[in-house]
């Protein structure tokens, strides 16, 4: 119960207070218009004997319907929080806290169940993630982000049917307990720089070969995969991940683009293509026990602006069709020198066979940001950690794998500075560096001065406007609500009206515009709404 005071006298008594006192609520198949909100439930999930129904333990099961469970808490429950079958209800904002031993906050119980899912939090007890079953997908779905730190957990193989699509969204972590993936349909893993996929082992002490990997049919040549993170797969026993094939990530005579992958910790091959020909950018190979890449059975991808780390004593890339070259240039093989092979004397990065054309290689694993200037403003960027500082036109600097950069523009006080390539937010702007990066900033002037006339001409400065009257005749000069960080010297013999206080449309208000000293040699100026600092 919630309260524990079974016995009404207003004080909960120990035995109140324990996992299982009570089993918890079954929604049936005509149930799918329930609603929990804002609820509270303590000490369910009641696991012995039949449970809820049907040996099924939960403190909430949905059985083929659509429930809307929002902004509940679920505390010290003896089994799962909510159980999910064939279901797309709407999990939203829970909290999830000391599920039982070997438990789930969150189970589905068949592959058909593709909840709207986030916003959750689980800690305490029991297997903090969404348990899945072994089995395949026979209708498309996603999986959304369930929350931070919710990963979805594998209990055995999981297989992605022909024409079924599953698309796993940025941010998310799929665990396995040791089988592997296989897609025969769609696998749609599309992560971000700032939100990427990350595949791995259950194990809390992980190892190489954890478990099995991803295995990509031919018949899986419209999945995508980039932003992702493969690790501790490549299982190197028995059959393998399919057929003796021994590797993190193989791809079966399909060639989907692979764009920021990272593979490491493979007990064996960390990629293996076998008739298959992607475009690999911007991506890591590292620790893999066998080959990093292995090109099998003819395949001729293009491997670019990539990362092959290791020693010279370790195999980066192999080509057991010597004849078709593959074309890998403008990669890091590991060292400055290159890449260890008969035709570089001196390379000390990984080992590649013949058949691989490496030339133009990058003397270090770091990427390029480029910083475009350009605008009617003025000003600078800076970046954080150090290496751009450009005040004008084009710079450059090298930063390491993944980090994080920080620009920072300060534009002149009539400017305001504009983005392009990055993630923007006022005067900063930030990106992660998995790959070479061109950033544009646009420093735009104000225009927070008019000069009527027959033709209204917007200016940023005062002083701009003022020049533009020349020498004779008179004119009027509007500025914004703004404070304007010059000095102005009216020294031409014109009569001048300088109005302050407009909006951004230049219609009166009751506001001031502020201008730092003001100098009159020649001429008039009538101000109005002006104020003198």
Same mark, same amino acid.
């Given at each position: ?135 395949? &997908? ?111 990530? &193989? ?33 890591? &190979? ?248």
């Amino acid at each position: 119960s919630v309260g524990g005071d079974t016995n009404g006298n207003g004080t909960p008594i120990p035995s109140d207070l324990d996992i299982g006192n009570w089993m918890g609520i079954y929604l049936s198949p005509a149930a799918g218009n329930s609603v929990f909100n804002n609820c509270d439930f303590a000490y369910a999930g009641y696991f012995h004997d039949v449970g809820l129904i049907n040996y099924n333990y939960a403190v909430i099961f949905a059985d083929t319907c659509s429930p809307q469970i929002s902004n509940c808490s679920f505390k010290n429950s003896e089994s799962n929080g909510i159980q999910l079958k064939s279901s797309n209800a709407t999990v939203s904002g829970n909290s999830f806290t000391n599920m039982g031993v070997g438990y789930y906050p969150i189970l589905y119980s068949s592959l058909d169940t593709f909840p709207t899912i986030t916003g959750n939090t689980t800690s305490g007890s029991g297997f903090n993630g969404i348990g899945l079953p072994a089995g395949a &997908f026979a209708v498309s779905g996603n999986w959304n982000l369930p929350g931070g730190n919710f990963p979805y957990l594998m209990n055995g193989p999981l297989t992605v049917n022909s024409n079924v699509a599953l698309t796993i969204a940025p941010g998310n972590t799929v665990k396995s307990n040791f089988d592997g993936i296989y897609v025969n349909g769609a696998l749609s893993a599309v992560g971000t720089a700032q939100l990427p996929i990350t595949f791995t082992t259950r194990n809390s002490s992980p190892t190489p070969g954890n478990w099995l990997g991803i295995y990509l049919s031919p018949s899986a040549g419209a999945s995508a995969l980039s932003h992702i993170s493969i690790l501790y797969a490549g299982y190197w026993h028995g059959t393998g991940l399919i057929n003796y094939h021994y590797a993190s990530l &193989f791809l079966d005579s399909i060639s989907p683009n692979l764009a920021n992958i990272s593979i490491s910790n493979s007990e064996w091959n960390c990629l293996e293509l076998k008739s298959a020909s992607p475009a690999i950018t911007n991506s890591s &190979f590292e620790k893999c026990g066998g080959i990093q890449i292995a090109a099998t059975s003819g395949s001729l991808p293009t491997v670019s602006t990539s990362r092959f780390i290791g020693s010279s004593s370790e195999w980066g890339f192999t080509n057991d069709t010597t004849a078709k070259v593959i074309n890998a240039r403008n990669n890091f093989w590991g060292a400055s020198s290159g890449p260890n092979h008969a035709s570089n004397p001196g390379g000390a990065g990984v080992k590649i066979s013949d058949g691989i054309d490496y030339s133009s290689y990058r003397v270090d694993g770091q990427y390029v940001l480029t910083i475009t200037i350009n605008g009617t403003g003025i000003g600078s960027v800076n970046s954080s950690p150090s290496g751009i500082s450009c005040s004008s036109n084009q710079c450059s600097a090298s930063f390491d794998y993944l980090q994080s950069v920080i620009l920072t523009a300060t534009p002149s006080w009539y400017s305001s500075p504009g983005w392009i390539g990055c993630t923007s937010a006022g005067n900063n702007c930030s990106t992660i560096m998995d790959s070479d990066k061109s950033i544009t900033t646009t420093f735009n002037a104000n225009n927070n001065v008019r000069l009527n006339g027959s033709t209204p001409t917007l200016y940023s400065r005062i002083m701009d406007a003022y020049n533009a009257i020349g020498v004779i005749g008179s004119g009027t000069i509007q500025a914004q609500v703004f404070s304007f960080m010059e000095n102005p010297v009216f020294g031409n013999p014109v009569a001048v009206t300088l109005e302050g206080g407009s909006d951004v449309n230049f219609n009166p208000t009751n506001g001031y515009s502020a201008i730092g000293q003001m100098s009159i040699a020649k001429g008039s100026v009538t101000i109005k709404n002006i104020v003198i600092k």
